[in-house]
T-cell receptor
Framework: GDSVTQTEGQVALSEEDFLTIHCNYS??????LFWYVQYPGEGPQLLFR???DKEKGSSRGFEATYDKGTTSFHLRKASVQESDSAVYYC???????????WGSGTKLIIKP | DPKIIQKPKYLVAVTGSEKILICEQY?????MYWYRQSAKKPLEFMFS???????DNQTASSRFQPQSSKKNHLDLQITALKPDDSATYFC???????????FGSGTRLTVL
C-alpha cells in the first residue's frame, strides 16, 4: 500500500538556521503531495501541496519540490524563526481516495 | 470566524460512559472526516464521509460511531469509554475526496 516516511522525529535549530525535513513516499501513479503544519493546541493546517513532477509548492518561506524520480518531497526553509516551532506532516493522496496517507510528523524546535 | 466548529473543546468522562463529539463545517464541503491524535499515534485516521455516506472506516472498534444528520454535520458517538480513548479528536472536511483537508481545533477527551 501507499506510504509516507519522515525520517526526522525531531529537529532542533537556532534562529536563522537552514531547515530540511525529509519526506519520501511510496505510491503508484501520480499522488498529490502535501505539507501540513500543526501549532500547539490547534489542528493541522495546509502549508502547500503539489500534484505533478517538478512542481514546487511554497508558503511562508517554506518550499518543497515534487520529485518523482527520487519519490521525495523534502521541506526546506532558508532561515527559520521562533514562530516556526510546530509539528510538520508530509502526506499524500491518490486517486481521489478518501484517506490521506500521513507521515509520522517532525517536531521543529527553535532554540533560543 | 472558525469554519469548522467542534464542541466541546475539552471533555472529561468516566470509564464506561458515553459521549458525543460535535462537528459542524461551514465551508460547503462534501466530505468530512474524523481523526484522533494521542501520544501513541501522532495522527490517526478514523472515518471519512461523503454526502453523508460512509466512505472509509479505519477504526476497529464498533464503540466509535459517526452520525451525520446533515451534510455539514458529522458527530462522533463513543460508547463504553476506556482510559485508552483519551486523545484529541479532530474533525476535518474537504471539497472532494482526496482534496485539501481543513481541520477543526479539536476536542480533547480525557477518560478517568
Amino acid at each position: 500500500g501507499d506510504s509516507v516516511t519522515q525520517t526526522e522525529g525531531q529537529v532542533a535549530l537556532s534562529e536563522e538556521d537552514f531547515l530540511t525535513i525529509h519526506c519520501n513516499y511510496s505510491a503508484s501513479g501520480y499522488p498529490t503531495l502535501f505539507w501540513y503544519v500543526q501549532y500547539p493546541g490547534e489542528g493541522p493546517q495546509l502549508l502547500f501541496r503539489a500534484s505533478r513532477d517538478k512542481e514546487k509548492g511554497s508558503s511562508r518561506g517554506f518550499e518543497a519540490t515534487y520529485d518523482k524520480g527520487t519519490t521525495s518531497f523534502h521541506l526546506r526553509k532558508a532561515s527559520v524563526q521562533e514562530s516556526d516551532s510546530a509539528v510538520y506532516y508530509c502526506a499524500l493522496s491518490s486517486d481521489s481516495n478518501y484517506q490521506l496517507i500521513w507521515g509520522s510528523g517532525t517536531k521543529l524546535i527553535i532554540k533560543p | 470566524d472558525p469554519k469548522i466548529i467542534q464542541k466541546p473543546k475539552y471533555l472529561v468522562a468516566v470509564t464506561g460512559s458515553e459521549k458525543i463529539l460535535i462537528c459542524e463545517q461551514y465551508l460547503g464541503h462534501n466530505a468530512m472526516y474524523w481523526y484522533r491524535q494521542s501520544a501513541k499515534k501522532p495522527l490517526e485516521f478514523m472515518f471519512s464521509y461523503s454526502y453523508q455516506k460512509l466512505m472509509d472506516n479505519q477504526t476497529a472498534s464498533s464503540r466509535f460511531q459517526p452520525q451525520s444528520s446533515k451534510k455539514n454535520h458529522l458527530d462522533l458517538q463513543i460508547t463504553a469509554l476506556k482510559p485508552d480513548d483519551s486523545a484529541t479528536y479532530f474533525c476535518a472536511s474537504s471539497e472532494t475526496g482526496g482534496g485539501t483537508l481543513y481541520f477543526g481545533s479539536g476536542t480533547r477527551l480525557t477518560v478517568l
